[in-house]
DNA sequence: AATCACTACAACCGCCATTAA
DNA sequence: TTTAATGGCGGTTGTAGTGAT
């Protein structure tokens, strides 16, 4: 956090060129907060003029998107959210705006700064016990990361897919009781997110990686949480859609998934065809926005309206506990 | 009561992609 | 086609709050 920048004493604020830093006043977000339910998000930088911000634009979407938006959910994560997240991250590394989108009410602000400051370190938590006790049973953990975390998410049928850093991915992980399996992300969407009917001949990683198309010399970047050579679209590949993309849009995205056609000389896919795939969709969220008015409201009725947590839980799969990561 | 250590989280920074001129 | 402006994202910083000593 960083102080508000004082108001220069006897001067007009508003004739002040210097632009405003660090904290939000009360009467800032009152301004802000007014001019965006009377006149939607429009281009920022007129928003920050036109409601009288000595702000930059980039500072009032900011703070209109991770503090102000009325359809934010304020609040603790619960159980439900936090493995939602967990799971998410797995499947999507760092990329904190698509897990955000995934869930009702959440920044990718808020979900990064949960992740930093509480999973990340009880995953290390986690990891360091782990370790320790490697001959006991994997699925028994005894610490406080257990306790909390681990438990919640036992209760729910839910166990994180987790990766490990690359310094000690292999050896202390691998000897865990039970684990013969060692489950990538991208091998559990293979198989319908279905683990319990591993499938030991994927454990090939390079015969696997190529068939969906990616070059043989990609593995899995244990420290983002990516995949080298796979970081175009993957959210949009592999990831369960938006609950917000409707009928028509999923039909679109079959049309542009068979569009995709990967190039036969690197494996990858056409960067191109993912882009106007994207940009379709944009485009839909804009045409609904310019007939519902304000673009928040559009955001909430795409989002809010359609959410259910419960629902978005079925996707997170049940399976064992196995590759974790640290960052 | 003072100090220190730690945590949570708001906000900034820099980079990249997209769009408009 | 080039360039500037803008938006969006992830990483990082810095401070208020809190608990321990």
């Known amino acids: 956090m960083r102080k508000p920048e004082p108001f220069s004493a006897g001067k007009d604020n508003h004739s002040n060129n210097k632009l405003r830093k660090g904290l939000w006043s009360p009467e800032e977000d009152d301004k802000l907060m007014n001019y965006m339910l009377k006149n939607g998000q429009g281009c920022w930088s007129d928003v920050a003029k036109n409601a009288g911000l000595q702000r930059c634009g980039k500072s009032c979407r900011l703070r209109w998107i991770n503090y102000l938006r009325p359809d934010l959910k304020r ?107 060692m489950v990538d992300p991208l091998h559990m969407l293979q198989h319908g997110l279905n683990m319990s009917s591993a499938c030991t001949g994927c454990l090939n990683t390079p015969q696997y990686m190529t068939q969906i198309g990616v070059g043989t010399g990609d593995s899995f970047d244990g420290e983002n949480g990516a995949f080298g050579g796979l970081d175009i679209g993957l959210g949009e590949l592999f990831v369960p859609p938006l609950e917000s993309v409707n009928v028509e849009d999923q039909k679109a995205k079959t049309e542009n998934t068979n569009k995709w056609s990967t190039n036969n000389n690197t494996g990858l896919y056409n960067t191109n065809n993912i882009s106007n795939y994207n940009n379709n969709i944009n485009a839909r969220a804009e045409n609904l926005a310019r007939v519902n008015g304000n673009c928040w409201e559009v955001d909430q009725e795409l989002r809010m309206g359609e959410w259910d947590l419960e629902e978005l839980m079925k996707d997170v799969p049940s399976f064992s506990l196995v590759d974790f990561q640290i960052q």
């Open 75 to 181: 609040g603790a994560f619960s159980p439900q959210e936090e493995a939602l997240i967990i799971h998410l991250h797995s499947l999507l590394g760092n990329r904190w705006s698509q897990i955000a989108a995934r869930l009702p009410g959440r920044t990718d602000n808020e979900i990064k700064n949960f992740w930093n400051s509480s999973v990340k370190k009880r995953l290390k938590t986690l990891s360091a016990t782990t370790s320790s006790t490697s001959t006991s049973d994997s699925s028994s953990p005894k610490d406080g990361m257990g306790s909390g975390l681990m438990i919640s998410m036992q209760e729910q049928g839910i166990m994180p897919i987790m990766y490990m850093d690359s310094s000690s991915a292999s050896s202390s992980m691998q000897n865990m009781a039970g684990l013969n399996h």
